[in-house]
């Protein structure tokens, strides 16, 4: 049994799960034939994160995060697993990584989102969706610059996933600040704990609009029935997506190996080899 853990949460909605397994696995096969002793398959939950007795510490001995074996077993927390020891392979957001994640991991690689709507290469961006009108939505702009439809939302209820989110929040926030605005167009601001549920929110009734990623926004588009209620009336500009993160005490070589697997990978040019690595 692998001494690391893997995951890769942030597209890893219930209908999908058949599809991240086999991202995972084409990346665990590229990183086994490079030497690197990959898990066999994702985690999903506190329960499956290994105990650090004493909880996590930073490089000076400080605490940064409990035990996972003091935490919701069933649950999943994400900042225990972005700062687990233990981790080989996972992915973030931009926006917990400048919140003070940065440190205290080190970045592989970034997907491309040239297969979404509103992304290219490493950059995404997201819709800013409503309730749909019977009007035509609001395409992608080719130069990836935002568009954020001032009159349209002015004095509406925003919704967002998350506090530290990228696509969520901080995004669109920025957008606003470059058009000399803030958050304050908004009647009010909610959180609504993920991006499926500000979808849901939207389509009710329970908010106005809503920022979702361009990847999020495609799987909704798939398995939401709710996204069928709404639709794109805006989109943020394009920034870096979610990295792939290891912990920081995963040796140079094993991230080196790691970001030639992943490149590899993404291209469609893996080979089988072996290399040993540390």
Not at 23 to 51: H, K, M, T, Y
Not at 161 to 190: E, H, V, W, Y
Not at 214 to 240: D, M
Not at 254 to 271: F, L, N, P, T, Y
């Amino acid at each position: 049994m692998s001494k690391y853990v893997a995951a890769l949460p942030m597209y890893d909605w219930p209908e999908a799960r058949g599809e991240v397994d086999a991202q995972w696995a084409r990346l665990r096969d590229a990183f086994r034939q490079r030497g690197i002793d990959a898990p066999e398959a994702v985690v999903r939950s506190n329960r499956e994160l290994p105990a650090v007795p004493g909880g996590i510490r930073d490089d000076a001995g400080k605490p940064i995060a409990p035990d996972p074996a003091t935490l919701p077993p069933d649950e999943f927390d994400f900042l225990q697993l972005w700062l687990s020891p233990a981790l080989l392979f996972g992915q973030t957001c931009w926006g917990p990584m400048e919140l003070g994640l940065a440190p205290h991991v080190q970045v592989i690689a970034q997907p491309s989102y040239d297969a979404f709507e509103g992304g290219q290469g490493e950059l995404y961006s997201s819709a800013l969706v409503m309730v749909a009108d019977g009007g035509p939505p609001v395409v992608s702009p080719a130069d990836g610059k935002a568009v954020v439809p001032l009159d349209l939302i002015r004095g509406k209820r925003f919704t967002f996933n998350n506090p530290d989110s990228m696509s969520g929040l901080i995004g669109l926030t920025r957008d606003l600040q470059a058009m000399d605005k803030s958050l304050d167009i908004f009647a009010s601001c909610s959180e609504s704990g993920g991006h499926r549920s500000s979808i849901v929110a939207v389509a009710e009734g329970r908010a106005d609009i809503a920022a979702i990623d361009c990847e999020s926004w495609a799987l909704a588009r798939r398995f939401e029935l709710a996204a069928k209620g709404v639709k794109v009336v805006g989109w943020t500009a394009r920034r870096k997506g979610l990295p792939y993160i290891t912990a920081r005490t995963t040796p140079e070589k094993i991230v080196a190996a790691m970001r030639d697997a992943v490149a590899a990978v993404e291209s469609g040019s893996e080979q089988p080899l072996v290399q040993r690595v540390g």
